[in-house]
């Protein structure tokens, strides 16, 4: 597998990520499958593990570029930081308004899901940023590891050894308890850290390499832990090779996907809270039933949440412009 290739097409993977998560949520919403068909739109939560793959491999690209010094470093977690902060905020206004016009609102717990904390302890909100922060934070450091004693394919065996040997186990504390639930979204991160590597020295990675891997994940979680977080990254390692070379060899125009991309953090949060809102819709006042099986319910979800993405996407580069 050409490392570069990743770099190639980041955008139109995050696209893939983008509809990955928009089918895995259409089961959560309740959307009418047969079994077959739900199962399958369900296995589109290998999106996060790819958003999660993609977001390690593009935050090595821009830390390569940024000088070793501390004003550099700094000036770096300011860019970053404004990148996903800025939608967030955006996009958290909503929440604002509606808490502003529900009586007895609890600010406190309000405050609590705005910081991202709550997550840690109760799970829930919009866990990937939860998740991103601090592997923001920690990202010099992870470069860092990665590149320790310039051994690095002994450092990535050694590290995602440890991340998913320590999703196997389970703690009474809760913050502890999802830390340990996120095990599999940190090695995805660093794996896409490690990708990065690879793709600025030229360097392949060999797809059996990756195919074996992912293989080993998924017998580990039929046998030993049935954490679903391992299996769908274990099935974003042996399905990457496919797309990347699905990519480099179609005829077709990824302008679409490419889109869906740019505005991927965006559609995340967009499409975790519209059902909310949608679902306040009085389908019970219609004298047929018209959102049978909630098809017209997510469709509007899907449109509403993209349109709202972009909304957010365009507001939010503006803004990082002017700072």
Same mark, same amino acid.
């Given at each position: 597998m050409e490392t570069f290739l990743i770099s190639k097409y980041r955008m139109e993977l995050m696209g893939v990520a983008t509809i990955g998560i928009?089918?895995?949520?259409?089961?959560?919403?309740?959307?009418?499958?047969?079994?077959?068909?739900?199962?399958?739109?369900?296995?589109?939560?290998?999106?996060n593990s790819l958003f999660m793959l993609l977001s390690g491999f593009g935050l090595y690209y821009s830390l390569s570029k940024a000088e070793s010094n501390k004003t550099s470093?700094?000036? +770096?977690?300011?860019?970053?930081?404004?990148?996903?902060?800025?939608?967030?905020?955006?996009?958290?206004?909503?929440?604002?308004?509606?808490?502003?016009?529900?009586?007895?609102?609890d600010w406190v717990q309000f405050l609590f899901g705005f910081s991202l904390i709550k997550?840690?302890?109760?799970?829930?909100?919009? +866990?990937?940023?939860s998740v991103l922060i601090p592997l923001y934070a920690l990202s010099p450091w992870i470069k860092k590891l990665l590149t320790f004693q310039d051994m690095v394919g002994r450092n990535v065996?050694?590290?995602?050894?440890?991340?998913?040997?320590?999703?196997?186990?389970?703690?009474?504390?809760?913050?502890?308890?999802?830390?340990?639930?996120?095990?599999p979204h940190f090695e995805a991160f660093f794996l896409g850290m490690a990708f990065a590597y690879y793709s600025i020295g030229g360097g392949r990675i060999k797809a059996p390499i990756l195919l074996s891997y992912g293989i080993v994940l998924m017998i580990s979680f039929f046998t030993i832990n049935r954490d679903f977080a391992n299996f769908y990254l274990s099935c974003c390692l042996i399905v990457l090779p496919l797309l990347l070379w699905c990519l480099e060899h179609n005829n077709m125009n990824?302008?679409?996907?490419? +889109?869906?991309?740019?505005?991927?953090?965006?559609?995340?949060?967009?499409?975790?809270?519209?059902?909310?809102?949608?679902a306040m819709i009085p389908w019970c006042m219609l004298s047929f039933n018209l959102n049978?099986?909630?098809?017209?319910?997510?469709?509007?979800?899907?449109?509403?949440g993209l349109l709202w993405a972009w909304g957010?996407?365009?507001?939010?580069?503006w803004i990082l412009s002017k700072i």
């Amino acid at each position: 597998m050409e490392t570069f290739l990743i770099s190639k097409y980041r955008m139109e993977l995050m696209g893939v990520a983008t509809i990955g998560i928009l089918m895995c949520h259409a089961v959560g919403n309740h959307v009418s499958f047969p079994y077959p068909v739900s199962y399958a739109f369900s296995i589109g939560q290998i999106g996060n593990s790819l958003f999660m793959l993609l977001s390690g491999f593009g935050l090595y690209y821009s830390l390569s570029k940024a000088e070793s010094n501390k004003t550099s470093i700094l000036a +770096w977690y300011k860019r970053r930081y404004a990148r996903i902060l800025i939608p967030y905020i955006l996009w958290y206004v909503v929440h604002f308004i509606r808490a502003c016009n529900t009586p007895n609102t609890d600010w406190v717990q309000f405050l609590f899901g705005f910081s991202l904390i709550k997550f840690w302890f109760y799970g829930g909100g919009a +866990w990937f940023l939860s998740v991103l922060i601090p592997l923001y934070a920690l990202s010099p450091w992870i470069k860092k590891l990665l590149t320790f004693q310039d051994m690095v394919g002994r450092n990535v065996i050694m590290v995602s050894c440890v991340l998913t040997i320590a999703s196997f186990f389970h703690c009474s504390n809760p913050f502890f308890e999802h830390v340990l639930r996120a095990m599999p979204h940190f090695e995805a991160f660093f794996l896409g850290m490690a990708f990065a590597y690879y793709s600025i020295g030229g360097g392949r990675i060999k797809a059996p390499i990756l195919l074996s891997y992912g293989i080993v994940l998924m017998i580990s979680f039929f046998t030993i832990n049935r954490d679903f977080a391992n299996f769908y990254l274990s099935c974003c390692l042996i399905v990457l090779p496919l797309l990347l070379w699905c990519l480099e060899h179609n005829n077709m125009n990824t302008k679409i996907l490419r +889109w869906l991309g740019r505005i991927s953090l965006e559609s995340y949060l967009t499409n975790g809270a519209l059902p909310h809102y949608v679902a306040m819709i009085p389908w019970c006042m219609l004298s047929f039933n018209l959102n049978y099986g909630n098809y017209l319910g997510y469709s509007i979800v899907i449109i509403g949440g993209l349109l709202w993405a972009w909304g957010l996407h365009v507001v939010s580069q503006w803004i990082l412009s002017k700072i």
